[in-house]
T-cell receptor, first 113, second 109 residues
Framework: IAGITQAPTSQILAAGRRMTLRCTQDMRHNAMYWYRQDLGLGLRLIHYSNTAGTTGKGEVPDGYSVSRANTDDFPLTLASAVPSQTSVYFC????????????FGPGTRLTVL | GQNIDQPTEMTATEGAIVQINCTYQTSGFNGLFWYQQHAGEAPTFLSYNVLDGLEEKGRFSSFLSRSKGYSYLLLKELQMKDSASYLCAVRDSNYQLIWGAGTKLIIKP
């Protein structure tokens, strides 16, 4: 693994189903983030984690949950998917340098029907 | 509320220079970032400004004026591969990034 990986690459999901998007980084970064990107809108923060064992809510957390059991993994779960959650989801991580540049995974394209 | 404004789309010619502006109103300021995002790909880091002035990095430069809530990204000697969206993001008082919607840059031969 080099950097951040996400799985699946894309998914079509029926409304009401539960779905977990996976994110793994091998850079030993403390902070990790989940964003959604929709056409015409900027990236919006869903949840974040500043370090293993802690999580926080971002701008649009409703309908999503996260966990951070270890440094490397940061899964995002949709408990009961709705069509408005159709989006591209990006996971990112950052280290503790002065400017905390965020590194992004390749994204998961999710369609909820 | 927090707001980041950038033009939706710009067109420029290969070999020319283009300036992409970004204005912001945020609760606190702890740095401004520019990212590049090619269609269907993840954003990648371009530049970071926290003090007023110009930061130069090869063909790309970024400028910041904190008093005016303004930044620009300057791209010189444009190449076709520079066709992408350019995202402006400000780190607020909670150290979270607030993102603009991005500027789609189209390069014509």
């Amino acid at each position: 693994i080099a950097g951040i990986t996400q799985a699946p690459t894309s998914q079509i999901l029926a409304a009401g189903r539960r779905m977990t998007l996976r994110c793994t980084q091998d850079m030993r970064h403390n902070a990790m983030y989940w964003y959604r990107q929709d056409l015409g809108l900027g990236l919006r923060l869903i949840h974040y984690s500043n370090t293993a064992g802690t999580t926080g809510k971002g701008e649009v957390p409703d309908g999503y949950s996260v966990s951070r059991a270890n440094t490397d993994d940061f899964p995002l779960t949709l408990a009961s998917a709705v069509p408005s959650q159709t989006s591209v989801y990006f996971c990112a991580s950052s280290d503790d340098t002065a400017y905390n540049e965020q590194f992004f995974g390749p994204g998961t394209r999710l369609t909820v029907l | 509320g927090q707001n980041i404004d950038q033009p939706t789309e710009m067109t420029a010619t290969e070999g020319a220079i283009v300036q992409i502006n970004c204005t912001y109103q945020t609760s606190g300021f702890n740095g401004l970032f520019w990212y590049q995002q090619h269609a269907g790909e993840a954003p990648t880091f371009l530049s970071y400004n926290v003090l007023d002035g110009l930061e130069e990095k090869g063909r790309f430069s970024s400028f910041l004026s904190r008093s005016k809530g303004y930044s620009y990204l300057l791209l010189k000697e444009l190449q076709m591969k520079d066709s992408a969206s350019y995202l402006c993001a400000v780190r607020d008082s909670n150290y979270q990034l607030i993102w603009g919607a991005g500027t789609k840059l189209i390069i014509k031969p």
